[in-house]
């Protein structure tokens, strides 16, 4: 089949990819021309375990190319993708859909012969309906049809998630799309990946009903730390003792310092905007995003308490930007609240992060100073905080980092210390909800 990618960022990137792979002849298209010069010259625009890999290997195979030329792209396939950004509107919180909407009109002008024009991206409930509207409107001739297909991998485990999903969800209402999307997704349903279809509403709300829990699990987890703070109880234990139950799970019920990211900080707050839009508000999820948000704002007072009351003046040394390890995307990580609130405490800041500090660099103050290593950005700090578990922090040498430190205080936000270990390497340490 012949597939078009409109937007090769974190999901068009590696959803193009992953097709081609697939024995598919993908084009991936942007209109960020450096993006797409540098996937040419064999360069990967995002930090991504095994994309490099995945992208040059398909392109060699000549089954994979970029363009910044959409008409050339659209011209002749199957199925048109669109996976641009639908990040927050500012003013009200609401999915902006500006860029769907510009790539609907580009594709209606493009396409040529039956044509599945399927939104990839995280978007509101009735925007595959209105990008029919924009379609026909451009082209009333056209012979196409569009189709919902939410993207549910994760950034640091994408091309994993996107081989091995545990489902896909096609929202179509014709059954010559549905066709063309079993073609598609031909060598998931080999592997019994089970493959839902439903009408196209439905499927764009699953997206954001799956972040949305997703997200209020994570919250859920992080008021009972608290609360495992004030009462002496363990709340790793707790998400044990309450994770075993087959009807909760495991997943997704570790504390920390609040969620961040690409999809739940926005996804969220757009849920919100929509249910609200349809007088039928889901109050839970409006408290999750106030929970959450003030949230990470309450990490620079549990940084500011382990110092003794304090940060004015100290340097506090900070492990870790990205909004979760393995990726480089700091799109509202934590960190983007945490550094700048102990700042404005007084603090300097030393920070370290083995892929995030590039970007960080456009995004946190100025006076942050970036440093080489843990080790590095350890050196006479008053406390060292780790904000994002890579995994280069989880087996620190706790004597050599106790050496580089002013005074030994470890502030752990992901929780990936034994508290009496620490302890007893003569370090102040505190963590969430133990
Ligand atoms: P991104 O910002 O990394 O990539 C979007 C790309 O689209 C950019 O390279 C941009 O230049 C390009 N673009 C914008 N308008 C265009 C146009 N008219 N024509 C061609 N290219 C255009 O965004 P990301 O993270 O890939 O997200 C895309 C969508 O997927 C969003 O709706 C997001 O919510 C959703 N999603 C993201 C996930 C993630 O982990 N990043 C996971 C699941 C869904």
């Not at 003030?294 to 870790?320: F, H, N, Q, W, Y």
């Not at 909004?323 to 007084?346: N, Y």
């Not at 843990?374 to 980092?401: C, F, H, K, M």
């Amino acid at each position: 089949m012949k597939v078009a990618m409109i937007g090769a960022g974190y999901v068009g990137l590696v959803s193009g990819a992953c097709f081609a792979d697939f024995g598919h002849q993908v084009v991936c298209i942007d209109t960020n021309a450096a993006k797409i010069e540098a996937l040419n010259r064999g360069e990967i625009p995002i930090y991504e375990p095994g994309l490099d890999v995945l992208v040059n290997g398909n392109r060699f195979a000549g089954r994979l190319s970029f363009s910044t030329d959409i008409a050339e792209g659209v011209a002749g396939a199957d199925a048109v993708f669109i996976a641009v950004g639908t990040p927050t509107r500012r003013g009200d919180g609401h999915a902006d859909l500006s860029y769907v909407y510009a790539a609907a009109e580009d594709i209606a002008r493009a396409m040529t012969g039956y044509t599945v024009i399927v939104t990839k991206s995280t978007v509101p409930v009735g925007t595959a309906d209105e990008v029919e509207r924009i379609v026909r409107r451009v082209r009333p001739d056209g012979d196409f049809s569009v189709a919902s297909n939410p993207e549910f991998l994760r950034e640091g485990a994408a091309i994993d998630d996107f081989k091995r999903p545990d489902r896909v969800v096609v929202g179509a209402e014709e059954e010559r799309a549905r066709e063309v999307m079993r073609k598609l997704y031909r060598p998931l349903y080999l592997n019994e990946t089970p493959i839902l279809f439903t009408n196209r509403r439905t499927s764009e709300l699953i997206k954001y009903a799956a972040n949305a829990f997703l997200a209020t699990k994570i919250t859920f987890i992080n008021e009972i730390a608290d609360l495992c703070e004030k009462t002496g109880a363990n709340v790793q234990d707790v998400s044990r003792g309450i994770g075993l139950d087959g009807r909760i799970g495991k997943k997704f019920l570790h504390a920390g310092p609040g969620y961040g990211g690409s999809c739940f900080p926005k996804d969220t707050l757009a849920l919100v905007r929509t249910a609200q839009q349809f007088d039928a508000p889901v109050h839970i999820v409006e408290t999750v995003v106030e929970v959450n948000t003030r949230r990470k704002l309450k990490m620079v007072d549990k940084v500011i308490d382990a110092c003794g009351g304090s940060v004015e003046g100290k340097t506090i040394a900070v492990l870790g930007l990205t909004f979760k390890p393995e990726t480089d995307d700091m799109r509202d990580a934590p960190s983007l609240d945490i550094v700048p609130g102990l700042i404005a405490k007084g603090a300097n800041v030393r920070a370290h992060d083995p892929q995030g500090m590039k970007e960080a660099k456009h995004l946190l103050p100025e006076t942050v100073s970036y440093c080489d290593g843990p080790y590095a950005a350890s050196q006479g700090a008053d406390a060292v905080v780790i904000i994002t578990e890579w995994n280069v922090y989880r087996a620190l040498d706790l004597q050599r980092l106790k050496q580089s430190l002013k005074t030994p205080i470890l502030v752990d936000l992901r929780n990936i210390y034994d508290p009496a270990e620490v302890a007893r390497q003569g370090f102040t340490y505190v963590s969430i909800g133990r």
